[in-house]
């Protein structure tokens, strides 16, 4: 079945880092993949998304590229700020489950001090 | 606004003891479906509905019930909860996905504020 990995947090960086969080994703045929951002106390919002290999989604300042042939889909960001302290949801979409279907990884909480 | 409202917002019960947590939605999606998170696993898909009256189960539908009566509710039934069944729920909605077509899939889904679980 699919699945999705990211790496483990949590991650501190200091305001203005840079910042790459790891994505490899397992799914048949070719899935739509995306990150999500769970702010403290809210629910997941969607970040940025890519729906074939070498599309780039972009979304305030993050980025992250549809990488087919290693199966990826890193997220970077040049310059974070204290406010993108948050918890970040790599995720896929393959079709199935009635198409709508998103799996999830662990998800990666970013810490960023100043 | 658009959203998805659930409540509670925090609810702690003891084991066996019959609840609900509500989740309405305001933007007319066909698809609506329930997560659970728990650290070190992510989001997982417990029921999901394509339209009212069309429910079906995600991974981890066990000890769980729903139902879609109407096209904007879609209540989470414990019937008898346990202690593993603690966690931090969510619901979330998006336009349905026909056929080929994963257009309505990439405006993504949206979610709930989550509905914090306490089974003693």
């Known amino acids: 079945g699919d699945s999705v990995t990211q790496m483990e947090g949590p991650v501190t960086l200091s305001e203005e880092a840079f910042l790459t969080i790891n994505c490899t994703y397992t799914a048949t045929g070719y899935p739509s993949l995306f990150w999500y951002v769970q702010y403290p106390g809210e629910g997941l919002q969607l970040l940025l998304k890519a729906t074939k290999a070498d599309d780039k989604g972009s979304n305030k300042g993050f980025e992250a590229t549809y990488r087919k042939e290693t199966t990826s889909f890193h997220l970077e960001k040049g310059s974070v700020q204290v406010s993108d302290s948050a918890v970040y949801f790599c995720a896929l979409s393959d079709g199935t489950g009635g198409g709508n279907k998103l799996t999830f990884g662990t998800g990666t909480q970013l810490k960023v001090e100043l | 606004e658009a959203q998805v409202t659930q409540n509670p917002r925090y609810l702690i019960t003891v084991t066996g003891k019959k609840l609900t947590v509500t989740c309405s939605q305001n933007m007319n999606h066909e698809y609506m479906s329930w997560y659970r998170q728990d650290p070190g696993l992510g989001l997982r898909q417990i029921y999901y509905s394509m339209n009212v009256e069309v429910t079906d189960k995600g991974d981890v539908p066990e000890g769980y019930k729903v139902s879609r009566k109407e096209k904007r509710n879609f209540p989470l039934i414990l019937e008898s909860p346990s202690p593993n069944q603690t966690s931090l729920y969510f619901c979330?909605?998006?336009?349905?996905?026909?056929?080929?077509?994963?257009?309505?899939?990439?405006?993504?889904?949206?979610f709930g504020s989550g509905t914090r679980l306490t089974v003693v």
């Open positions: 979330a909605s998006s336009l349905k996905v026909r056929g080929g077509d994963r257009a309505p899939l990439l405006y993504g889904y949206t």
